[in-house]
């Protein structure tokens, strides 16, 4: 915890049957190093997702009135497969 300096931003965890309070700097890269070792370097979450984005974009059929194809654009940025 010597990173921590009065005024700073900080997390606190709770679970596992402990309260975890660490810097934010700390946090962040934990959860780096978490989400790091969840995928090879060479794949690239952004690159996927920009690619995915302009999938979903291409297949919006043209033949939309100008309101009716903003809004149906705007669903595929905002849509989760939840």
């Known amino acids: 915890m010597s990173d921590v300096k009065p005024g700073a931003m900080v997390t ?3 679970g596992r049957g402990r ?3 660490e810097s934010r700097s700390a946090a962040v890269r934990a959860k ?3 989400f790091g070792a969840l995928v090879p370097e ?3 979450w952004s690159d996927e997702l920009i690619a995915d984005r302009r999938r979903k974009a ?3 059929p043209m033949s939309l ?3 009716d194809k903003l ?3 705007t ?3 905002v849509k989760t497969d939840r």
């Open 58 to 60: 291409r297949s919006i």
């Open 71 to 73: 809004r149906s654009f």
């Open 12 to 14: 606190i965890t709770a």
């Open 65 to 67: 009135s100008g309101s």
């Open 32 to 34: 780096q190093k978490y």
């Open 42 to 44: 060479s794949e690239i």
């Open 19 to 21: 309260i975890v309070l």
């Open 75 to 77: 669903s595929v940025f």
